[in-house]
Each structure stands twice: as C-alpha cells, then as structure tokens.
T-cell receptor, first 113, second 112 residues
C-alpha cells in the first residue's frame, strides 16, 4: 500500500460526458502528479500540483483540468469525453523535489462507451 | 528534452536465470533515474532509484541497477529470477521539472 488513494477504481461513462477523478496524497506529501496510461500512448505525464499551485503541465488536453485543494487532495476533471480517453489514470505524490520518489495510487480505470 | 528507451517489449527467462532489462536515457542535465514495477491491475511500485549518491543502486526484491554515464544506461538486473517477478517494468527519468518521463515498459515473463 503506497498510501495514495484514488477514487473511484472503475468508471464507465458515455461519450460527451464529464467525470471527476479524486486523489488523496500520502500524509506529508505536497506534490501531486497525474498520469495517463493507455495501450497506444504508454504512461504520459498530465499535470503536477505543488501545495495548491500548478507546477508543470504535460500532454494534458484542453478538455481536461485539475486542481489541488487546501487539504492537498486533488481532482482531475475530464469533460466532453471521447472513446480515446479510455485509459488508466494514476495519481502520484511526493515530497516535491526531482529526486524524490513518486508514490503511485492504484489508479482509476476509465471506460468511455 | 528527456527521454528513455527500453529495449525489448518482452523478455522471457527461466526461473533461476539472470534477469537483465535494458534502459537508456537521454537528458541534457544530470538525471535522476527510477525503475518501477507494475503487477497486473495494480499501480506502480518503486524498485530503486539513482540520485547520484552511488552508481550501483540496490533495490527491493533483489534487484539492482548500475548507472553508466558513458553509456547513458541504467540497466536493471537480478541474479536469479523468481516466478513472482513476472510483471511489467518501467524505467523513468526525472530532472528539475520533476515530472517522470517513462519508457514504454518491458514485460518480464518467467517460466518454470
């Protein structure tokens, strides 16, 4: 158990819909990262937050957004969903430095029908 | 830009044999390098990491990796494979921007 929790574990929805994925980091971790894992794209970094502020952006679509709340939990919002958004979405947390280990949650498996 | 190349999408070994998973990186700044393992339907678990303290890094479950700057490599090894080592292994690089850039992964198959 990494100490990072993600909800829900599975999500099935339809094209055009909007979903919210939630992540609670390990106690004491200030940084939260979101990654997408799909068969064709592999593991891709989406976005990072550090203590409530956006720190870095990766290959995140404009239809996707995220935020980190004062209690440090984070939410990833996916809207106008397309079939290609079906993937495993991971949240990771760390103390914040580039050498720090990122601890991954179990992921949310999203299926868009 | 940073990148990681993992040679071989699948590696098959017999139980008790040497495991060697290859990783080459590209980075314009001194890198931090990581190996993660992913078991089916689970998240990623850190095996080991290189942060410039020592070039030979020992990790969990008997794995180790050696950082070779001249070869830009960070190959993962284990002297004797166990059935429970069957999983997907990811090499990743990080630098000042902190995000992890992952390789495409290598699936390790262990036969009895």
């Amino acid at each position: 158990d990494s100490g990072v929790t993600q909800t829900p574990k599975h999500l099935i929805t339809a094209t055009g819909q909007r979903v919210t994925l939630r992540c609670s980091p390990r106690s004491g971790d200030l940084s939260v990262y979101w990654y997408q894992q799909s068969l064709d794209q592999g593991l891709q970094f989406l976005i990072q937050y550090y203590n409530g502020e956006e720190r870095a952006k990766g290959n995140i679509l404009e239809r996707f957004s995220a935020q980190q709340f004062p209690d440090l939990h984070s939410e990833l919002n996916l809207s106008s969903l397309e079939l290609g958004d079906s993937a495993l979405y991971f949240c990771a947390s760390s103390r914040g430095g580039p050498q720090e280990t990122q601890y991954f949650g179990p992921g949310t498996r999203l299926l868009v029908l | 830009a940073q990148s990681v190349t993992q040679l071989g999408s699948h590696v098959s070994v017999s139980e008790g044999a040497l495991v060697l998973l290859r990783c080459n990186y590209s980075s314009s700044v001194p890198p931090y390098l990581f190996w993660y393992v992913q078991y089916p339907n689970q998240g990623l678990q850190l095996l080991l990491k290189y942060t410039s303290a020592a070039t030979l890094v020992k990790g969990i479950n008997g794995f180790e990796a050696e950082f070779k700057k001249s070869e830009t490599s960070f190959h993962l090894t284990k002297p004797s494979a166990h059935m429970s080592d069957a999983a997907e292994y990811f090499c990743a690089v990080s630098s000042g921007f902190q995000k992890l850039v992952f390789g495409t992964g290598t699936r390790l198959l262990v036969s009895p």
